[in-house]
């Protein structure tokens, strides 16, 4: 969604901007910026593009490997790298983690654009940046649920959502009172809304109007209900928004604060923002702000069956139901608890991808049959046309994994 304003660091419900930077971090990686030809480049030129894709080890984060001790071809992940560093495509980042280890990460110059902006402007990225999440901010909000959920803070996934709020009784209608939590959760709440999404194009969304609403529940539910709950899949900010709503008013905490407290400090994940509404509420649907390697941790984490570091941090049972599809999206494939699912090819074989899919480029994808995590950031927002080459990427990443 995009707005008249820019980022204000006092609005209320927001982390401040760079507030928790990582102190101590080595260097930000040196990029090449030249471009160069598919069919060879010369040896200063590759050397620097290797050199720029090449992982430095960091104090409290992921650790490193080179890609042949991973099990992926070296050569052939370098000339993905290579191929994106000198594109055309609006990529801001793309990182590869098998078994829980980085084995590339690149960053590069783009244009980009907060939120609240309505003018790009180009910048060179690097790993110590945030990075706008857009809607991959709706799997992060599932996974809180699960959380807190694991710890019998927030009502169980068949509590109608309706009783939740019994004071809107013009909303509690029979056919409202059908709505679940679950149906939230897989967004087949069967209400009337319209939005984009990787499954439907639109020129119109009506997070416009859930920006400017004091209450999500309201927003959302005074739609007209259009099919049976569990039936037909709409995709959705509201029904994110009302999830996190209900999360907030069952802790009393702040959707930020919960983030914190239950996900990023257990995953060693100090600096992030999540950009607030008009209202002061943080945007559950799209104002997360994280760095690629943070947001990979949060791979890694999931394919370890959310276990990091000794602890479980997600239920493992809650990462499985989040990453199944519950609901087919034609023609992206299915979702499951606000978690997309689609299929890729190794060996000639359809293995199963579950992926958090964010306006612009905004990417994780998780290839569970070979412990292996993909990263994208990117600023082409409102353009679909990024999907075709982020998907390409993770095809070749997946087709250069040799064991």
């Not at 990023?264 to 607030?276: C, H, N, T, V, Y």
């Not at 941090?313 to 494939?333: D, F, N, R």
């Not at 997309?340 to 998780?366: C, E, H, P, Y």
């Amino acid at each position: 969604m995009n707005g008249n304003r820019d980022y204000d660091p006092e609005v209320k419900g927001q982390i401040p901007r760079r507030s928790l930077l990582k102190r101590g971090m080595a260097a930000p990686l040196a990029l090449a910026a030249t471009t160069f030809s598919a069919n060879g480049v010369a040896a200063a030129r590759s050397a620097s593009l290797k050199r720029a894709s090449t992982p430095t080890p960091a104090a409290n984060t992921l650790p490193v490997e080179a890609p042949s001790a991973l099990g992926i071809d070296a050569k052939v992940l370098q000339s993905i790298l290579d191929d994106v560093q000198g594109g055309g495509h609006n990529i801001h980042s793309v990182l590869v983690l098998r078994h829980g280890k980085l084995a590339a990460e690149l960053y590069r110059r783009g244009s980009d654009r907060s939120l609240y902006s309505l003018w790009s402007s180009r910048r060179q990225f690097t790993r110590a940046d945030l990075h706008d999440m857009r809607s991959v901010s709706k799997g992060i909000v599932g996974l809180l649920y699960g959380i807190l959920l694991h710890q019998g803070a927030v009502p169980a996934i068949d509590t109608p959502v309706s009783s939740l709020y019994p004071q809107v009784r013009a909303l509690n209608d029979d056919a409202r009172q059908a709505i679940c939590i679950r149906h939230l959760l897989t967004m087949t709440a069967g209400l009337e809304w319209t939005e984009p999404s990787p499954v439907r194009r639109a020129s119109w969304t009506d997070e416009i109007g859930l920006a400017v609403s004091p209450s999500a529940y309201r927003c959302v539910f005074q739609r007209d209900v259009v099919a049976k709950p569990g039936s037909v899949f709409t995709y959705s900010g509201g029904l994110t928004a009302v999830l996190a709503e209900i999360m907030e008013r069952s802790t009393q905490r702040p959707l930020h604060q919960i983030a914190r407290e239950s996900l990023f400090e257990p995953l060693g994940i100090s600096d992030f923002e999540w950009i607030a509404d008009v209202t002061g509420k943080p945007m559950a649907a799209a104002g997360l702000r994280l760095r690629p390697r943070d947001l990979i941790t949060i791979g890694a984490m999931m394919l370890k069956g959310g276990e990091w570091q000794g602890r479980q941090i997600v239920p493992a049972e809650w990462i499985a139901q989040s990453t199944t599809p519950h609901i087919k999206t034609a023609p992206v494939g299915g979702y499951g608890y606000q978690w997309w699912s689609m299929t890729t090819q190794w060996k000639g074989k359809d293995l199963v991808v579950a992926a958090a899919i964010g306006n612009g480029g905004q990417r994780l994808f998780l290839v569970p049959h070979l412990d292996l995590a993909l990263v994208s950031t990117a600023g082409d927002y409102g353009d679909p046309a990024i999907a075709a080459p982020l998907n390409a990427i993770l095809h070749s990443v997946v087709k250069a994994v040799t064991v």
